[in-house]
T-cell receptor, first 113, second 114 residues
Framework: NAGVTQTPKFRVLKTGQSMTLLCAQD?????MYWYRQDPGMGLRLIHY???????AKGEVPDGYNVSRLKKQNFLLGLESAAPSQTSVYFC????????????FGEGSRLTVL | AQSVTQLGSHVSVSEGALVLLRCNYS??????LFWYVQYPNQGLQLLLK??????LVKGINGFEAEFKKSETSFHLTKPSAHMSDAAEYFC????????????FGDGTTLTVKP
């Protein structure tokens, strides 16, 4: 039972470098989300998708881009990484939108030097 | 707009004692409410949820929570703490009109003392 899988799990970047985080879910869920978790701040929504080919901005979208070309995958990109983007990133998916629980990946820890 | 306030960023209890983690929410439409638990270096997993119906909901590992609309609260309780309950707990709110976007509280770290 894979559920939600995130790759990579750890990454160190230098300021200005780019990278992509991949989220894959095998539950045929329509809804997918990217959150970032910082100490004492809970989880904040970066971007989300309500179905294949759709994306929308969340609470803290600046500096990030996303794509959902296939239903099972949701990619989060950083075009020019900044130290403020050092965080733990979580992908989640849901079948029922607001009514349903979120299924989370194990997280991707990103450090930007 | 939705918001969640978790009272107390750190709660410490003795093993066998009552666990009470507080959550208050704000929502302009009927809310869906969730409690998630996060163990170190892991993702979040669902403890319990309230969507409609019975206001007292039971979850995994002996936890339960009661939705009180008049108090806009959804406090999490467990009668007897176990060492394995030590973790971080997050309260979250979403609604039907919001594309499933959940708003999370800042989290409460539960410590269980032997």
């Amino acid at each position: 039972n894979a559920g939600v899988t995130q790759t990579p799990k750890f990454r160190v970047l230098k300021t200005g470098q780019s990278m992509t985080l991949l989220c894959a879910q095998d539950m045929n869920h329509e809804y997918m989300y990217w959150y970032r978790q910082d100490p004492g701040m809970g989880l904040r929504l970066i971007h989300y998708s309500v179905g294949e080919g759709t994306t929308a901005k969340g609470e803290v979208p600046d500096g990030y881009n996303v794509s959902r070309l296939k239903k099972q995958n949701f990619l989060l990109g950083l075009e020019s990484a900044a130290p403020s983007q050092t965080s733990v990133y979580f992908c989640a998916s849901s079948s029922l939108g607001g009514r349903g629980e979120l299924f989370f990946g194990e997280g991707s820890r990103l450090t930007v030097l | 707009a939705q918001s969640v306030t978790q009272l107390g960023s750190h709660v410490s209890v003795s093993e066998g004692a009552l666990v009470l983690l507080r959550c208050n929410y704000s929502s302009s439409v009927p809310p869906y409410l969730f409690w998630y638990v996060q163990y170190p270096n892991q993702g979040l997993q669902l403890l319990l949820k309230y969507t409609t119906g019975a206001t007292l909901v039971k979850g995994i590992n002996g936890f339960e929570a009661e939705f009180k609309k008049s108090e806009t609260s959804f406090h999490l309780t467990k009668p007897s703490a176990h060492m394995s309950d030590a973790a971080e707990y997050f309260c979250a709110v979403s609604d039907e009109d919001n594309a499933g976007k959940s708003t999370f509280g800042d989290g409460t770290t539960l410590t269980v003392k032997p």
